[in-house]
């Protein structure tokens, strides 16, 4: 994988994480984001978490992932949106459905699909027996 997009990548997993995994509820193993919270708000806040979910789709048009797989970031966007949209519910959907760091595996499973990782430096020196 390239260093911009390993760069790149690393962002769009931290922007992913803040929306899907931030916080957890105490005493439990579950966790949410700023996506759902966002969704408490009826009809603007499910919006506005679109507006980040977006974001990670355009940069992986823009890393050159395929049709196919950006057909899929899209519909995980979709249902997020569509079910996200329910009062409270859709909440739990939103903490269920992770479907922000669902995309960006899916564009660093096609990145590393594409472009193995380098052997490391120190690899490149040893000669074979």
């Known amino acids: ?3 911009d997009h390993e760069r790149r990548l690393a962002r ?3 922007l992913a994480y803040a929306l899907d995994s931030r916080y957890r509820i105490p005493l439990t193993r579950i966790r949410f984001g700023w996506d759902a919270i966002l969704g408490l708000v009826p009809g603007l806040g499910d919006i506005a978490a679109s507006g980040p979910a977006g ?3 355009l940069e992986a048009h823009r890393m050159g992932v395929p049709t196919n797989k950006k057909l899929r970031m899209a519909g995980n966007i979709g249902v997020d949106l ?3 949209s329910v009062p409270l519910i859709g909440s739990v959907v939103d903490i269920g459905l992770k479907a922000n760091r ?6 660093r499973g096609h990145l590393e699909s594409v472009e193995p990782v380098p052997a ?3 690899m490149a020196r040893v000669r074979p027996v």
């Open 1 to 3: 994988m390239t260093p």
């Open 12 to 14: 769009l997993e931290k």
């Open 102 to 107: 669902r995309n960006v595996a899916l564009l």
């Open 120 to 122: 490391p430096q120190h």
């Open 55 to 57: 974001f990670i789709l």
């Open 82 to 84: 569509i079910l996200g």
